[in-house]
């Protein structure tokens, strides 16, 4: 898997699906995941866009050498479009991966031409969730990746559903890229006041099941981004809504993608 180093000496891993001559598409990944949750999305419209994955810091083949937030991720994702000459992509982010999304939307508006935002929220963690995220941040941190936790896991954000070969990942993690994820989910900032300083096109799509955010949080995103297309519900549908559900979002992702770029 090829690797960059940014300025400031940051590895970042990715895959390149495409080529030059096709419309750029940057893909972010959940909490915990890396760039493979987009397998779906590569088969279904891989060769209607040139689509770029990146494991994010502290996931996959990305490390994180210190404490980050998803500011940091955003210049990250930055830099590899630069890397790559990229001068404006669209982005499609679930849950984590919308964090950074946004946050690339506000830190650079001319790089990003459209957003589709999936499972994801622009508020800061409830402050009962922190600290329940980082209870088991300490728990991994005595005891390793215990079966308790990898259920939980797997009932937040997979709706309960098993994927052995995501829970042999999970379990594989190093405890400091662990504990260094939890604490930039717990402690991230709150951005809905930003809101309408987006300012390309964008798409968001909300599983009514998802045991991490209610649809409120998705109808907030909507109402604060100025060209936000009418909010889509799946039916069912569950947190890592690219990943668990993507032959429901996939036309809405093609559709949209086809619209603005």
Known sequence: MPTITTDHGQQVHYRDHGSDGQPAVLLLHSFFMDGEMFAAQVADFGG????????????????????????????????????????????????????????????????????????????????????????????????GPVDALIEQTAAICLGGARHPEWERKWRAYPTEQVLLAIEALAGRDDIVARLPEITCPALVLHGTDDAAYTVAAAEQIVAGIPKSEPLVTVERGKHFLSFTNAEAVDPHLRTFLHAQL
């Open 48 to 143: 209607e866009f040139r689509l770029i994955t990146m494991d994010e810091r502290a996931h996959g083949g990305t490390p994180a050498d210190a404490p980050f937030d998803y500011w940091d991720v955003a210049h990250d994702a930055l830099a590899l479009l630069d890397h790559l000459g990229i001068a404006r992509a669209a982005v499609i982010g679930t849950s984590q991966g919308g964090f950074i999304g946004m946050r690339m939307a506000l830190l650079a508006p001319e790089r990003v031409a459209a957003l589709a935002l999936l499972g994801t929220s622009a508020a800061a963690e409830a402050p009962e969730v922190a600290a329940a995220y980082r209870q088991s941040a300490a728990i991994w941190a005595e005891q």
